[in-house]
């Protein structure tokens, strides 16, 4: 044997036994990576070693590769039993820190519940979306075109009186009903329309028992051909029937600017007449707003207090009760 070939054994051999340890103790997928591209890669340790190769003789050169073949295979094989080892580690590792102890007594939380004016509201929206009508929204914010003069009631009206409300310093206003949804909704659709437009308004209205600042209405829509009052009443019957039972209802004469004629509306309820909502045809000057014909078209508009509703329905003495956040009240629904 030549002093070249057993050199290079020799090399060989040692380069098997210090990759060997290498592989053993290394402990991290990447560090293992690296270790492959020390020992094995086209730049590696055992290319340079058989880099001396074309000092050695024509028929000891098969030998020397067999040799390099045999402990790339073996390397290869530890590295890649190396990495199964360390990949299983880790995920033993990761299963340890997100298991769950289910010995461990569990984190109480209590049943949440509905509050009483979102059933309310809940419920007279299934009683509308089941007789057809559409569930409309707009800003709290409004200017007072869309609240005020676009519903009949100029400046000068004396109306505005009524429905006083919060002014911010550029000119908008925080919306005192939801008909301002109403002549958002008119301005994009055309007839016909079938409308339910629930949300918070806003009036400077004297805190007290039955009265706030801040409350909930729903109004309804309803713009046709040949619409009468006498839709009108019937849904309002089919509503409040649904809504409170098989009571007597009446309708009153009254006045709003954006309703002509208009009329309230009284439940008998414990044996005394209890107003729940108001009402009337859709004035012609509103219609013309926006830019319907009132000789072709005709319609209705009706509104209530949702808070009003959850204290006659709830026996409930004080309005105050239901925004107090009391959990000893809330509980009770």
């Given at each position: 044997?030549?002093?070249?070939?057993?050199?290079?054994?020799?090399?060989?051999?040692?380069?098997?036994?210090?990759?060997?340890?290498?592989?053993?103790?290394?402990?991290?997928l990447s560090g293992l990576e690296q270790l492959r591209i020390n020992y094995l890669g086209k730049k590696g340790q055992l290319s340079k070693v058989l880099g001396g190769m074309g000092k050695l003789e024509p028929e000891a050169r098969p030998r020397i590769g067999a040799r390099a073949n045999e402990v790339k295979q073996a390397l290869q094989t530890q590295l890649d039993q190396r990495r199964t080892a360390l990949e299983l580690a880790l995920i033993e590792a990761q299963l340890k820190t997100e298991t769950i102890d289910v010995t461990m007594p569990p984190v109480y939380r209590p049943q949440g519940k509905?509050?009483?004016?979102?059933a309310v509201i809940d419920r007279a929206l299934d009683i509308f979306v089941g007789m057809g009508y559409t569930v409309a929204t707009g800003p709290e914010m409004e200017s007072d075109y869309y609240n005020f003069e676009a519903l009949n009631t100029p400046p000068d009206h004396p109306a505005r009186d009524m429905q006083d409300t919060f002014y911010l310093p550029d000119g908008n206003l925080l919306r005192t009903h939801t008909s301002s949804v109403q002549i958002r909704y008119m301005e994009q659709h055309q007839p016909?329309?079938?409308?339910?437009?629930?949300?918070?308004?806003?009036?400077?209205?004297?805190?007290?028992?039955?009265?706030a600042a801040v409350f909930h209405q729903l109004e309804l829509l309803a713009i046709?051909?040949?619409?009468?009052?006498?839709?009108?009443?019937?849904?309002?019957?089919?509503f409040l029937?649904?809504?409170?039972?098989d009571l007597p209802i009446r309708f009153r004469a009254s006045y709003f600017p954006f309703t002509e004629p208009s009329a309230e509306v009284d439940l008998e309820w414990q044996g005394k007449w209890l107003e729940v909502l108001g009402c009337g045809m859709v004035d012609p000057n509103v219609l013309e707003a926006v830019g319907y014909d009132p000789q072709k078209y005709t319609g209705f508009a009706a509104g209530f207090g949702v808070e009003r509703?959850?204290?006659?329905?709830?026996q409930l003495d004080d309005i105050r009760r239901v925004y107090a956040s009391d959990l000893r009240f809330l509980r009770q629904f």
């Amino acid at each position: 044997m030549t002093t070249e070939l057993q050199s290079l054994e020799n090399q060989i051999e040692s380069l098997r036994q210090e990759a060997d340890r290498a592989i053993a103790i290394c402990e991290t997928l990447s560090g293992l990576e690296q270790l492959r591209i020390n020992y094995l890669g086209k730049k590696g340790q055992l290319s340079k070693v058989l880099g001396g190769m074309g000092k050695l003789e024509p028929e000891a050169r098969p030998r020397i590769g067999a040799r390099a073949n045999e402990v790339k295979q073996a390397l290869q094989t530890q590295l890649d039993q190396r990495r199964t080892a360390l990949e299983l580690a880790l995920i033993e590792a990761q299963l340890k820190t997100e298991t769950i102890d289910v010995t461990m007594p569990p984190v109480y939380r209590p049943q949440g519940k509905i509050h009483p004016l979102n059933a309310v509201i809940d419920r007279a929206l299934d009683i509308f979306v089941g007789m057809g009508y559409t569930v409309a929204t707009g800003p709290e914010m409004e200017s007072d075109y869309y609240n005020f003069e676009a519903l009949n009631t100029p400046p000068d009206h004396p109306a505005r009186d009524m429905q006083d409300t919060f002014y911010l310093p550029d000119g908008n206003l925080l919306r005192t009903h939801t008909s301002s949804v109403q002549i958002r909704y008119m301005e994009q659709h055309q007839p016909p329309i079938r409308i339910v437009a629930p949300g918070r308004v806003y009036r400077r209205d004297t805190v007290d028992a039955t009265h706030a600042a801040v409350f909930h209405q729903l109004e309804l829509l309803a713009i046709g051909e040949n619409l009468r009052f006498t839709d009108l009443k019937g849904t309002i019957k089919e509503f409040l029937g649904q809504m409170f039972g098989d009571l007597p209802i009446r309708f009153r004469a009254s006045y709003f600017p954006f309703t002509e004629p208009s009329a309230e509306v009284d439940l008998e309820w414990q044996g005394k007449w209890l107003e729940v909502l108001g009402c009337g045809m859709v004035d012609p000057n509103v219609l013309e707003a926006v830019g319907y014909d009132p000789q072709k078209y005709t319609g209705f508009a009706a509104g209530f207090g949702v808070e009003r509703f959850a204290m006659v329905l709830h026996q409930l003495d004080d309005i105050r009760r239901v925004y107090a956040s009391d959990l000893r009240f809330l509980r009770q629904f």
